[in-house]
């Protein structure tokens, strides 16, 4: 009976955080993503032709490491004996994704880029097994990295 | 030292190739921390202590692939990428690769 209690606590306080956090986390994200959509983060290699300024690079990266509340990993479990779509996951994915892209912006938007070349996003699992379930996802690491290109002095000889 | 995870230095000219340079670490999470993250785990949300920590350690493997490369005499690694596996339970191993040149 008492496991049962503690079963519906941990459920309700995983729904009422988990819901609370990831509405302010999208609300934020949406807020940003405003602020930055002038800088365009693109997955082509090859640099812009510019002749007139002098381009220097640099690597620049966002990560972050994001975890599921109790709650919904305890609906995913659930939805996993029928398969399906994972609503529950793909959410907290898609929050993960656009948050280390949102790092990676605000890193290149420091540096005064006007382009980020070769934007490439890498997802990893973290903590696999130490949640309570063997194979249960628990907290993810999504990492974002790109070139930045800034433009800085006007160039004096024509190498090209 | 110029990294770029593209094939060139843009408005540069590659002069010389030295090949394959890389850097790893492997990290193992605090208890402590460990703790705290499970608990995270009922709530949701970020762990900003492991986002601090990871990205703390990529970049020291990314400063070892810089040290390997300065030994080589570059001044520039191309073409840089970034992986993450687990080796053990509760231990990760970040490695960075490139390819190290020199650049005018």
Do not use: W
Not at chain 1, 20 to 31: G, V
Not at chain 1, 132 to 157: C, D, N, P
């Amino acid at each position: 009976m008492s496991e049962i209690i503690i079963l519906v606590c941990l459920l309700t306080l995983g729904y009422y955080f988990g819901q609370r956090a990831e509405t302010k986390h999208y609300k934020s994200i949406i807020e940003r993503e405003n602020q930055l959509i002038k800088l365009p983060l693109v997955t082509l290699k090859t640099p812009p032709a510019i002749n007139q300024y002098e381009v220097n690079s640099a690597l620049v990266s966002g990560s972050v490491v994001i975890s599921i509340d109790f709650f919904k990993q305890f609906i995913a479990s659930l939805k996993m004996l029928f398969g399906g779509r994972l609503t529950t996951y793909e959410s907290l994915l898609d929050r993960a994704r656009r948050e280390a892209l949102l790092r990676l912006r605000e890193q290149a938007k420091i540096r005064n880029a006007f382009v980020v070349l070769n934007t490439r996003i890498e997802t990893a699992s973290i903590s696999k097994s130490s949640g309570r379930r063997e194979g249960s996802i628990g907290s993810i690491e999504v990492i974002a990295y790109g070139t930045a290109l800034t433009m800085t002095s006007r160039r004096r000889h024509n190498t090209r | 030292m110029i990294l770029t995870n593209i094939e060139q230095v843009p408005g540069r000219k590659i002069l010389q190739h030295y090949g394959l340079v890389q850097g790893n670490t492997i990290r193992a999470k605090h208890v402590g921390k460990d703790i705290l993250a499970s608990i995270k785990n009922i709530f949701g949300g970020e762990l900003s202590a492991y986002t601090e920590l990871l990205s703390e350690s990529r970049k020291e493997a990314t400063d070892r692939m810089i040290q390997q490369a300065e030994a080589m005499g570059a001044n520039a690694i191309v073409n840089v990428r970034y992986s993450t596996s687990s080796v053990a339970q509760g231990a990760a191993e970040l490695y960075a690769y490139g390819t190290a040149i020199r650049v005018e």
